[in-house]
């Protein structure tokens, strides 16, 4: 079987049972006459199914006078119809039923011109409209495909929001937690410093009155001097502050700071008005002892607990 004439016949929009069986019926004689016999026969309802095994055609020829090289077609007697050949009587057998043939001397008329042109046309009009539908279907199968891509985009698109949702949230919840464990830190840092202050102040009160009247550490007071005993326990609120840093080998720096003024002023003195100053150094309080680094010069010279005055040795790096 020519390959070239069936791959026409189905490029045409013939299926491959269809074009393998024109083929074979026509003798394989080319396209033309596979075209013809096929809209001779399009409407066989075996069409499409493929030829049985060889065998014999049910029943048997009507034994005749004539001449085998006179036999030009097939008649069948159960309903008249010419066939052209053996395959096409053993094809109207299989498709009727029909079992008694005889030969004939006639053969089958063949298609006149206009009769192949109309079925020409008809079977361009028959190849346009399946080229339509499969363009049809095509189209209403891109469609399908591309509803089922934008509704896979848009879940797509829906899990990513979800997920950046739930990494702001995460994160809004991280800041939240540093924030209030920087709160807390700061606060109890502070209480520290308060309660370093007051412990300060009373010590320094004590030994105050203690050198002002020696006798008075024995005395209790009396519900006779109850302003006296609460003006002595308020301490005194200071606004300013005097700091002294000193160097060895170099002068002191002397200055006043308010009490909002923070340690980075502190240590911005110690590297202006001495020299010899390191890049990194701190500053340190022998009593109470403390010792300050440039991670706290955020805090004001009142919570460092530097009021109302205070001398600061400079320390350099080992």
């Not at 026509?26 to 409407?43: F, I, S, Y």
């Not at 199914?49 to 005749?64: F, I, M, Q, R």
């Not at 024995?218 to 002595?232: C, D, F, G, L």
């Amino acid at each position: 079987m020519p390959e070239g004439d069936l791959e026409m016949l189905i490029s045409m929009g013939f299926g491959k049972v269809r074009a393998e069986k024109a083929l074979k019926r026509t003798g394989h004689k080319g396209v033309e006459p596979a075209m013809e016999w096929l809209l001779a026969h399009q409407d066989d309802p075996d069409i499409d199914t493929p030829d049985p095994a060889p065998s014999e055609v049910a029943g048997s020829a009507e034994a005749t006078d004539i001449n085998p090289a006179q036999v030009q077609s097939l008649v069948c007697e159960d309903c008249g119809k010419r066939l052209r050949n053996e395959d096409e009587a053993t094809m109207h057998a299989a498709r009727t039923g029909h079992s008694n043939f005889a030969q004939s001397t006639e053969a089958k008329k063949p298609l006149t011109a206009e009769e192949k042109a109309a079925q020409l046309e008809k079977l361009k009009e028959i190849r346009e409209r399946k080229k339509k539908q499969k363009l049809e279907d095509e189209k209403r199968e891109a469609l399908e495909k591309e509803k089922i891509r934008r509704s896979q985009g848009k879940d797509l698109g829906k899990l990513k929001l979800e997920h950046q949702q739930r990494e702001m949230e995460k994160a809004a919840l991280e800041r939240k937690r540093e924030k209030e464990e920087a709160r807390v830190a700061q606060a109890r840092i502070k209480a520290e410093i308060e309660k370093d202050k007051a412990e300060r102040r009373a010590k320094a009160e004590a030994a105050k009155r203690a050198r002002e009247n020696p006798g008075a550490a024995q005395v209790v007071t009396t519900p006779k001097e109850p302003e006296k005993a609460k003006a002595a326990a308020t301490p005194k609120e200071y606004t300013t502050c005097r700091v002294q840093i000193r160097m060895q080998g170099a002068p002191p720096a002397t200055s006043t700071f308010q009490a909002t003024d923070t340690l980075e002023a502190v240590f911005e003195l110690a590297r202006t008005k001495i020299q010899g100053v390191p890049p990194h150094f701190s500053l340190v309080m022998s009593r109470p002892h403390r010792e300050y680094t440039i991670a706290d010069a955020y805090m004001s010279v009142k919570e460092a607990g530097l009021m109302p005055s205070a001398a600061l040795m400079l320390k350099k790096p080992l």
